[in-house]
């Protein structure tokens, strides 16, 4: 069974930047897609970056340019370096994986069936 555990969430200035990891273990995915979500308060989870085996990448639209989401594959691990964040962006965020690969790897939370607990990230205005 896959196991995520994130880190790497704080609280952080308007402008500033944070680094989330996420952890996988019980992985033996050889085909399969990572992404990052995110949930604020009263609102949906929306999908922030998502990344499958191959390499190929799918950013929202508003994080493009200042979000990088990448793996290390020797350490399992699944990151997110977050620049130039708003204080829109404050949100519990969450690592998600399938193991199946898509066209472009989808931010949408109903194509994910193992999730993390979650990690904090606040950004102050």
């Known amino acids: 069974q896959v196991q995520l555990v994130e880190s790497g969430g704080g609280s952080v200035p308007a402008g500033g930047s944070l680094r989330l990891s996420c952890a996988a273990s019980?992985?033996?995915?050889?085909?399969?897609?990572m992404a990052w979500f995110r949930q604020a308060p009263g609102k949906e989870r929306e999908g922030v970056a998502a990344?499958?085996?191959?390499?190929?990448?799918t950013y929202a639209d508003s994080v493009k340019g200042r979000f990088t989401i990448s793996k290390d594959n020797a350490k399992n691990t699944l990151y997110l370096q977050m620049n130039s964040l708003k204080p829109d962006e404050t949100a519990m965020y969450y690592c998600?994986?399938?193991?199946?690969?898509?066209?472009?790897?989808?931010?949408?939370?109903?194509?994910?069936?193992?999730w993390g607990q979650g990690t904090q990230v606040t950004v102050s205005s």
């Open positions: 998600a994986a399938v193991n199946m690969v898509y066209n472009f790897p989808p931010l949408d939370p109903n194509q994910y069936n193992s």
């Open positions: 019980g992985w033996t995915f050889t085909n399969y897609c």
């Open positions: 990344l499958d085996n191959d390499g190929n990448s």
